[in-house]
């Protein structure tokens, strides 16, 4: 019998500043250059350094998490401050997101 054990690779991109109109569009490009990689099966978003988000920046998160469920990978959002989990939750999103208290609780399950 021969078992083959995948250990999903994981990509993490460190946001700070601000997310809006501005640059949620580089943004978005962003994520999806590194969603479309060969080899990775998550792609966790640490927002600590994460001083605004706005409709845009929300927008560019949904887009790339409709992109890793298409591509069967996992987008999870990590260190999330108080002021931008609110706008997950008045936007109902806080249920559509996955998310860890920091980049360094992701498990791998094998």
Do not use: H, Y
């Not at 019998?1 to 109109?21: D, F, H, S, W």
């Not at 605004?52 to 987008?75: E, I, P, T």
């Amino acid at each position: 019998m021969q078992a083959v054990l995948e250990c999903p690779k994981t990509t993490v991109i460190r946001l700070q500043g601000n997310l809006n109109a501005v640059n949620a569009l580089e943004f978005e490009r962003d994520l999806t250059a590194a969603l479309t990689q060969n080899d990775v099966s998550i792609l966790l978003v640490d927002l600590a350094a994460v001083e605004s988000l706005d409709s845009a920046g929300l927008m560019a998160f949904v887009s790339a998490l409709k992109l890793a469920q298409n591509l069967g990978r996992s987008l999870k959002l990590c260190s999330v401050s108080p002021a931008i989990k609110i706008i997950f939750e008045l936007t109902q999103l806080d249920g559509v997101f996955e998310f860890e208290d920091n980049s360094e609780s992701v498990t791998v399950n094998f």
